[in-house]
């Protein structure tokens, strides 16, 4: 323990000595969070969000004081002055970032911390990447130790806060020293932004060392060749089946698909990259390079679909930008993995810095483009209600209907989150939300507030009565979602997803009918956002039929969410009994 808590010393002693910038302004970000919870009680407004911003822009000092640093340290030769130009020239810069893109954090928070988090990826990518440019080997392995260092950083570090949180518990219960909840706060401070740094930067490579494949983390063998990739291939397996399930019923899903190719796509690239160093230690890793990216391109396009229909609907917004950008991404780095046959990785890395950038800087970043976008969608509603003069917004002359009214509140709610409603084309310069029924004649719709939200549950009250099935021939019940006649050629299905209910006959559906839109009808009668609305059991029930087929519904409660953008039930739950009599 005396050996490994020394090394472990003399290992911080010397980082601090190797990036004495970066532990210092990690150590002055530590000072500056206390500071800010020593004050909140007693002072609070600008100045509070002022020393926010302040240590937001410190923070962005580390990544960008590791850059400085290896850069340098790579030169066989370099003038001090120079050095001390480029941290001048960093400061000048944060100096800059902060007076540009966090002064109206308060009013623009989204624009503001995500602009933040994509400037400081794209440090950290940097960080990866600068000691091995234009070109120097075994930048994997490289990657490989900074991965495995994070981790055990914070193993680390976890450790060692829980053992120092104990340690003030027991002076505070046992020896009867009030110790303030606060010092438990300073102590995760001190560990996380002190200790944590210097730990995992004291496991970097230095310009000298050499890194062979003998410096490959043998737990991260392991878990990547025989862990993960099975994993993934399962996964890939299970999306294939789903891609099959779309193409039969030609029903494209609108959110979840993107989300889940998209983040599985970029695990896959991850590892893709990690066992690019042991392609020649394995033979089948060969093949899997070989052929996995290639399999992977047909979900990717599955996924720009998806989030197509998505976009076509409601326009792009920064969210969905983002799964687009990073979609396109992935879906090159797939075809540089399938096609490259002497890979140089630090293309990865790279190219998601310049991405990244793009995405937050500049013309073609997602909140230019988010804004033109809901604009000319807002615009065209306006056009279609004739509430478009000169270039000016109107009041409507005519009632809006529902829907337009949903899409306008949705449109101008999201100007007012995330940017600013002086960015909406046509609308007087001092208008607020609050004028929108009174200047444009449109009833506002908060799809954010708990009052608007569509929330519904609709139970069947008093006693539980008998059904009566008199001239009916099949009696079902919901919760067993496909059920059989008394013939195999007669069945029922309901499905949950699209709430369909289809009565099928000889292989043909002979009824189809959308129980949403019964739900929809209790919604006008009875309202929503109710903990439970007791109905009366015969309003609990309809009746309906067509040239083949007399059909009763008895529903015994159902309930949901109410999209108040899109109008659409989400979330749903139907119990209900079916009673069927055939033609």
Request: net charge positive.
């Amino acid at each position: 323990m005396k050996k490994i808590f020394n090394a472990i010393l003399k290992g911080i002693v010397n980082i601090i000595n190797r990036f004495p910038q970066t532990i210092g302004i990690s150590t002055a970000c530590v000072i500056l969070l206390i500071y800010i919870s020593e004050i909140t009680s007693v002072i609070s407004g600008d100045y509070i969000d002022t020393l926010h911003r302040i240590t937001m822009v410190i923070a962005l000092g580390i990544p960008l004081s590791l850059c400085t640093n290896l850069f340098f340290e790579r030169l066989e030769k370099y003038k001090k002055v120079s050095l001390i130009a480029s941290y001048l020239g960093g400061a000048v810069l944060l100096i800059l970032y902060y007076y540009l893109f966090l002064k109206d954090i308060g009013m623009m928070g989204m624009v503001s911390i995500s602009r933040y988090i994509a400037f400081s990826l794209i440090l950290y990518l940097i960080f990866l990447i600068i000691s091995y440019i234009p070109r120097r080997v075994d930048f994997e392995i490289f990657v490989v130790r900074v991965f495995t260092r994070f981790f055990t950083t914070i193993l680390y570090s976890l450790v060692l806060y829980l053992g120092l949180a104990a340690i003030l518990f027991t002076i505070d219960k046992l020896l009867g020293i009030d110790i303030k909840g606060e010092l438990y706060y300073y102590t995760f401070l001190v560990v996380a932004g002190i200790f944590a740094p210097s730990f995992f930067l004291a496991g970097l490579p230095t310009k000298d060392e050499k890194l062979t494949l003998n410096d490959y983390s043998r737990l991260l063998n392991v878990l990547v060749l025989y862990i993960i990739i099975p994993l993934i291939s399962v996964y890939t397996l299970i999306l294939y089946i789903y891609f099959g399930k779309i193409i039969i019923t030609r029903q494209w899903p609108e959110g979840l698909v993107s989300n889940l190719v998209l983040w599985y796509s970029v695990l896959s690239a991850t590892v893709l990259f990690f066992i690019s160093p042991l392609l020649n230690e394995k033979s089948w890793t060969k093949r899997y390079m070989k052929y996995f990216p290639k399999a992977i391109l047909p979900l990717i396009v599955m996924m720009f679909i998806s989030i197509g229909i998505r976009i076509n609907a409601y326009g792009v917004t920064e969210n969905r930008y983002f799964v687009v950008a990073l979609g396109i991404w992935v879906f090159s780095i797939m075809i540089y993995f399938a096609t490259i046959k002497e890979l140089r990785n630090i293309v990865l890395p790279l190219s998601l810095a310049v991405i990244t950038f793009i995405t937050v800087f500049g013309p073609f970043s997602s909140y230019t483009l988010s804004k033109y976008s809901q604009n000319k969608r807002l615009t065209k509603i306006f056009v279609e209600n004739n509430m478009i003069k000169d270039s000016s917004v109107i009041k409507a002359n005519t009632v809006v209907n529902a829907e337009d009214s949903r899409q306008i509140s949705s449109i101008i709610n999201y100007f007012e989150r995330n940017h600013s409603l002086k960015d909406v084309k046509g609308l007087p310069q001092d208008f607020k939300v609050s004028d929108l029924e009174k200047v444009l004649g449109v009833k506002y719709t908060d799809e954010y507030n708990i009052e608007n939200s569509g929330n519904f549950y609709f139970n069947s009250s008093g006693a539980l009565k008998p059904i009566d099935i008199r001239g009916y021939d099949y009696f079902f019940d919901s919760r067993n979602s496909r059920q059989q006649g008394s013939s195999l050629d007669f069945s029922i299905n309901f499905d949950y997803e699209s709430s369909m209910l289809k009565i099928n006959e000889d292989g043909k559906d002979i009824y189809k009918k959308d129980l949403q839109d019964f739900a929809n009808i209790l919604m006008d009668k009875y309202g929503a956002n109710q903990d439970q609305t007791n109905i009366p059991w015969e309003e609990m029930s309809f009746e309906d039929e067509n040239g083949k087929v007399k059909i009763k519904i008895q529903f015994s409660n159902l309930s949901g969410n109410k999209n108040a953008s899109s109008g659409k039930i989400e979330s749903k739950n139907f119990e209900f009994y079916v009673i069927v009599k055939l033609k």
